[in-house]
Antibody, heavy 122, light 107 residues
Framework: EVQLLESGGGLVQPGGSLRLSCAAS????????MTWVRQAPGKGLEWVSA????????YYADSVKGRFTISRDDSKNTVYLQMSTLRAEDSAVYYC???????????????WGQGTLVTVSS | EVVLTQSPVTLSLSPGERATLSCRAS??????LAWYQQKPGQAPRLLIY???NRATDIPARFSGSGSGTDFTLTISSLEPEDFAVYYC?????????FGGGTKVEIK
């Protein structure tokens, strides 16, 4: 069974930093692109960042580019999101999701964690 | 960036009725569109991928159609557990944006 478990959320002051982790199990972690999606309270889903199967290519939403860094450690089956210069508008539940890849094609987000809440407030 | 516009924002229906949700893309995304369902306090769940393919364990009452810029999610007969928020998402290019969502509520 695929499982994704996020951790690292919490309360942080504006301008501060936080690192989220997502521990994966139940599948061949290195074979899939991993992503982060966030959802502000009462709002819709916003894709945040992704890292490819090799860990070489990364992608970011414009809203976080230059402030967030995604990385992965395939030996630990874990993906990270380092968040810096946090703003109030970054407050959200952050979900880790697997982007299913098969052969040369990557599809959609077929497995999700339960999310970790980040609150940016003084 | 592809902008996905979902309509209606809210759909009020009764159990047993048919639900038709729309997702329109600002430019062609071919058939690279998915639908997700999200219930309160839960993570989203993939329902449909590449416009018309049901994901694993998704009931047959859920179906998707469309290509290019216009897509539809149909729930043939609403069950009590289907009242939720539904999002579309594309994978045509980066960023992989989501639509704003349609809430299907009990009438």
């Amino acid at each position: 069974e695929v499982q994704l478990l996020e951790s690292g959320g919490g309360l942080v002051q504006p301008g501060g930093s936080l690192r989220l982790s997502c521990a994966a199990s139940g599948f061949t972690f290195s074979s899939h692109t991993m992503t982060w999606v966030r959802q502000a309270p009462g709002k819709g889903l916003e894709w945040v960042s992704a890292i490819d199967r090799g860990g070489v290519v990364t992608y970011y939403a414009d809203s976080v580019k230059g402030r967030f860094t995604i990385s992965r450690d395939d030996s630990k089956n874990t993906v990270y999101l380092q968040m810096s210069t946090l703003r109030a508008e970054d407050s959200a539940v952050y979900y880790c999701a697997r982007r299913f890849c098969s052969g040369g094609t990557c599809y959609f987000f077929d497995s999700w964690g339960q999310g970790t809440l980040v609150t940016v407030s003084s | 960036e592809v902008v996905l516009t979902q309509s209606p924002v809210t759909l009020s229906l009764s159990p047993g009725e048919r639900a038709t949700l729309s997702c329109r893309a600002s430019q062609s995304v071919s058939s690279y569109l998915a639908w997700y369902q999200q219930k309160p306090g839960q993570a989203p769940r993939l329902l449909i991928y590449d416009a018309s393919n049901r994901a694993t364990d998704i009931p047959a009452r859920f179906s998707g159609s469309g290509s290019g810029t216009d897509f539809t999610l149909t729930i043939s007969s609403l069950e009590p557990e289907d009242f939720a928020v539904y999002y579309c998402q594309h994978r045509a290019n980066w960023p992989l944006t989501f639509g704003g969502g349609t809430k299907v509520e009990i009438k």
